[in-house]
């Protein structure tokens, strides 16, 4: 069995479609005080996923002891480079859309897998995401009502969704932009036989 250090639904239901036995726990990571830390390093999007998903997998790891932990984490990268985290309220929600509209983004998706307190593998994976021009009067009923499904996405948009409307282009996996880079992390599973091969 994989714990996953997480309570994401998506993740959730992207390893159980798969066929993955998980158990999901809170990583009990304060993830805010970590990315303010790490922001103010200067590191990048790619390297804060990362990050993200390490202390998670690792520090309930730690905790639980003998089982393979799974962390994941997702960051958004405006193509100046800038970063957008989960929106906080419906209006800012459609701040994030305002800002999206028109515009190329990128979804970095890391996944990390600890084993009795140490990262033992890892794997970051890009989807490029083009939003098509949206009205102000698009963003406002969309978000009005779809805020319960988007409230805890980057982004704002449940891709699997009626989020595929925002977009007209789309470069990478749809697992990578739900927030798992599901088939890397499926064959390293089977290396360690946690799925049969």
């Known amino acids: 069995m994989l714990i996953l250090a997480s309570q994401s639904k998506a993740r959730r239901a992207m390893l159980e479609a798969a066929g993955v036995?998980?158990?999901?726990?809170?990583?009990?990571?304060?993830?805010?005080?970590?990315?303010?830390?790490?922001?103010?390093?200067?590191?990048?999007?790619?390297?804060?996923?990362?990050?993200?998903?390490?202390?998670?997998?690792?520090?309930?790891s730690r905790r639980i002891g003998v089982a393979l932990v799974l962390g994941g984490d997702q960051?958004?990268?405006?193509?100046?480079?800038?970063?957008?985290?989960?929106?906080?309220?419906?209006n800012d929600a459609k701040a994030?859309?305002?800002?999206?509209?028109g515009k190329k983004h990128k979804l970095f998706?890391?996944?990390?897998?600890?084993?009795?307190?140490?990262?033992?593998?890892?794997?970051?994976?890009?989807?490029?995401?083009?939003?098509r021009?949206?009205?102000?009067?698009?963003?406002?009923?969309?978000?009005?009502?779809?805020?319960?499904?988007?409230?805890?996405?980057?982004?704002?948009?449940?891709?699997?969704?009626?989020?595929a409307q925002l977009f007209s282009d789309i470069r990478g996996s749809q697992f990578t932009i739900m927030g798992l880079p599901l088939l890397h992390l499926l064959d390293y599973l089977r290396v360690r036989g946690v799925i049969p091969s």
């Open 21 to 60: 036995t998980i158990e999901a726990l809170a990583p009990n990571v304060d993830e805010d005080a970590l990315k303010d830390g790490l922001r103010a390093d200067g590191v990048t999007a790619r390297n804060l996923a990362d990050a993200l998903a390490e202390a998670k997998a690792v520090r309930l």
């Open 75 to 90: 960051v958004l990268a405006l193509e100046d480079g800038a970063m957008l985290d989960k929106p906080s309220s419906p």
């Open 96 to 101: 994030h859309l305002r800002l999206l509209s």
């Open 109 to 131: 998706s890391a996944a990390v897998i600890a084993d009795q307190g140490s990262p033992v593998w890892r794997h970051i994976d890009i989807a490029t995401l083009t939003m």
């Open 133 to 163: 021009s949206l009205s102000g009067a698009f963003i406002d009923s969309y978000v009005d009502a779809e805020w319960d499904n988007i409230r805890h996405c980057v982004g704002c948009y449940e891709i699997e969704g009626r989020g």
